[in-house]
């Protein structure tokens, strides 16, 4: 099946600091990403959607300059969480919709495996 | 109100089946599905329904649909402690592209 690749799995970073999780879809292309945050036994919960090419949409509540995407290509769309505080400790994850599916039907949507933010 | 909701916690024995419930809220959702999610990870498809369905049956794993209700459920069969994880139901929501909602994720424990 497809497979979406998202790094770190893991990162500690110091407070202040700007951190950038990467997020790629390896065999196939994705016009469309989405990213999410989940804290400790909470349900997922979507930040934005990345599009290539174009801006991203936030959801209600999250800072677009807070949470900085680019989707540059088919194939990579990059979080960049600036000046990272302890409150934005999170397992932050990505899902990738396959170019080619055009089905309602979200089979053609594939998930990274997570990054563990840490921020001291 | 806006959240799907599940319930947060199941335990059972291994070769009992489980059954997970979840409520969701959007009526016009076109499709419901069923993620699994194992510590530390990302989410994996299990599973997904057309509102048009009230049943779908996939090897191990039967969702059941009431649309009325709004009520949707996960049957696993023979349950293995390999099932071990957090189950969440999202419901689709069509805002222009489908948007995924999450329920609240629940937690299976399955012991020997």
């Known amino acids: 099946g497809a497979v979406v690749s998202q790094h770190p799995s893991r990162v500690i970073c110091k407070s202040g600091t700007s951190v950038k999780i990467e997020c790629r879809s390896l065999?196939?292309?994705?016009?469309?990403m989405f990213w999410y945050r989940q804290f400790p036994k909470q349900s997922l919960m979507l930040m934005a959607t990345?599009?290539?090419?174009?801006?991203?949409?936030?959801e209600q509540g999250v800072e677009k300059d807070k949470f900085l995407i680019n989707h540059a290509s088919l194939t990579l769309s990059t979080l960049t969480v600036t000046s990272a505080h302890p409150e934005d400790s999170s397992f932050y994850i990505c899902?990738?919709?396959?170019?080619?599916?055009?089905?309602?039907?979200?089979?053609?949507?594939?998930f990274g495996s997570g990054t563990q933010l840490s921020v001291l | 109100g806006e959240d799907v909701e599940q319930s947060l916690f199941l335990s059972v024995r291994e070769g009992d089946s489980s059954v997970i419930n979840c409520t969701y809220t959007?009526?016009?959702?076109?499709?419901l599905y069923w993620y699994k999610q194992e510590p530390g990870a990302g989410l994996q498809l299990l599973t997904y329904?057309?509102?048009?369905?009230d049943m779908k049956q996939d090897q191990r794993l039967t969702v059941l649909l009431n649309k009325k209700d709004k009520h949707l459920s996960l049957r696993i069969a023979d349950t293995q402690t390999g099932d071990s994880a957090i189950y969440f139901c999202?419901?689709?929501?069509?805002?222009?592209?489908?948007?995924?909602?999450f329920g609240t994720g629940t937690r299976l424990l399955v012991s020997p």
């Open positions: 959007d009526s016009s959702s076109t499709y």
């Open positions: 329904i057309f509102s048009n369905m």
């Open positions: 899902s990738a919709r396959d170019v080619q599916g055009v089905s309602w039907g979200n089979e053609k949507l594939f």
């Open positions: 990345s599009n290539e090419g174009s801006k991203a949409t936030y």
């Open positions: 999202a419901e689709g929501r069509n805002t222009g592209f489908q948007k995924l909602v």
């Open positions: 065999d196939f292309q994705a016009t469309t």
